[in-house]
């Protein structure tokens, strides 16, 4: 019983001091593969890098000690960031404090989803996302996610468009207009160093390596050049009339967002204290319509930020230093005489306002900066039935999701090591992983294939190494966030485009077409739809779980119904398939599926086409091995196919059918209506006796008898 609320426990039968030497090791292998990529996906998931170590610090021992797979590697992973990025991006600004708030309570909302599916046991909840379906979306959002760093690997800034491809169009256009090679150089460096290492030796970890030496080198050669200055600085009065114009407009659009929220409160509260019958009433209409203005008003002047804000990020000038001081000129323009310091300098702006007297400029490439040192600060998210309402459809994809990630990882390792695996529980462990780790400021966390499998690499033999692996973060964070300052943006961009290289997966597409042509398809229109709609990845997985739905409950209702006939190896083959002669005068008769309300008309449909094609028939054998299963429809759809045979001067028997099917048919007297008689333990004790019956007791004329399959190879 213990083992089961704290399957820990179970680590330490027979656990040795060697086995702790081996966990310590694959620990901290794993963990200097986590802390540089923690910090990427945060990054991904539109969070300060450092939200990486703390959803790096409490969810992979959490998940270890209460799941049920002793070397998952639990923590931030791609696909869950970017869906989690991609999901509150309407709700608010990325990075902001709102969407970090957001984060964390979607975080919890996912933990709460998987930890009452584990403790209700209903793990199978996840077969729901069919495999063509996952194939289609991981290699849309493998493509998103690489796809997505451009513009770090290239040193520009854009804004965000309504669809993803709409971005990139973006961070082309940028970067023809201004590449920072530096920045590009850093990426590129970082990406060969990570591939030359892998194809050496995989067992070193080449991301760390890529990480200490780009940072090193941005550290020794000032990568980073970053300055705040007075508007006068700069020589170009063009840029006074966008700043003040972009000021404006921000300040205006805050306005009118307060305004709107205001009026959205107002009018929750009317609709609360004026239900009435009739619909809306006057004053909700009117409240209804000056919401409608405001917000076409904020479309406007979202439009016109992002137009001020892309033409300030685009000018670009050379600067004269002087000691401290500097004096910037349009690229190209700096009055004869004077040297510039060989750097082209560009505005920062961000979603606030610009301060005149102290507008950030960059001259270099960008970097992480400063990481808060210490352990995050731990509080238990404020979770209102707003934001319930807000994030829970995604909560649900995204835990469904990470799940199935999860527990894929795990029952490929358990192949290995023989271990036995509970999803149920490993639902518990993800989910109390989530919950805690909201706690302490974590987003969204699951299962990594990579970390996983160094972990299993590393020879780790219980989920000690998990928790060495968590311990290890914490000694980064207390000590060592200062050296991180200096890590350029590009190199986590390139750790993240190494990452989910692995995710693509064409040969995923083709397989799935040749097992079912159908599957090929949901595969490939669920990749296209995740692709169109980016950002917003829970189009694709919906439209995909819809039609995987759609083929399912078309399948239930026209399942197979063969009619089967005897071979040369005296085996019943369905005489369609095999192009089997078949019976003028016996048709058997096997059903495949559940028989229930959805297709019990389906039998009947069918029974009437056999008795249509062979109007010498005399007898309809009922082959129910493929019936697994009942229900008051298909019960009296079979009734109805007795009576009508029977009506007709035929005769009717079942065979091969089991103890559930018959049960069913003994409550509702069905099987008294049949006829015990004509009850047969398998098809072939049933077609000897109804072939013996049919053509050597009636008086049938025997010609085009003797050539029957039937009675060619069963004996009269």
Known sequence: MLTKIFPFLSWFKGYRGSDLRLDAMAGLTVALVLIPQSMAYAQLAGLPAYYGLYAAFLPPMVAALFGSSRQLGTGPVAVVSLMSAASLEPLATAGSPEFISYSIILALIVGIFQFLLGVLRLGLVVNFLSHPVVNGFTNAAAIIIASSQFSKFFGVSVDNAAHHYETMIQVAKAALDYTHMPTLLYGISAVVIMVVLRKINPKIPNVLVAVVITTLISYFTGFNKDAVVDLSTIHLPEVGEKISEFNHTVALLKEQGQERVKLANTLDELRKAEQSPHGPTVEQIKLQGEINLITAYMGHAKDKVTELRSELRSMKFDAIENGKDYAFYPKNTVPAGFATDGSTWRIRVKNEQLDPAGIQVMGGGAIIGKIPEGLPQFAVPELTVKSLGKLLPTAIIIALLGFMEAIAIAKA?????????????????????????????????????????????????????????????????????????????????????????????IHGFVHAWRAQWYDGAISVITFFVTLAFAPHLDKGIMVGVALSMAVFLYKSMRPVVAELSMNEEKTLKSSEHYRLKGCRHISVVRFDGALFFANASYLDEQVIKFRTEHPDLRYILLDASGINDMDASGEEALAHVVARVRAAGLGFAVSSAKGKVIAVMERTYLFDKIGKENFYPDTKTAVEKIVNIIHYQTDLPSEGCNNCPLTKYIPA
Do not use: W
Request: with cysteine.
């Open 413 to 505: 390792m358990a192949a290995k090591t023989g271990q036995r695996l509970d999803p149920n529980q490993e639902l518990i462990g993800q989910g109390l992983a989530n919950m805690l780790g909201s706690i302490g400021s974590s987003y969204t966390v699951s299962g990594s294939f990579s970390r996983s499998a160094v972990n299993l690499q590393a020879g780790a033999v219980s989920g000690i190494s998990s928790v060495v692996t968590s311990a290890c973060v914490v000694i980064v964070l207390l000590f060592f966030t200062p050296l991180l300052y200096h890590l350029p943006q590009a190199t986590l961009a390139a750790v993240i485009m190494m990452a989910v290289i692995g995710l693509l997966n």
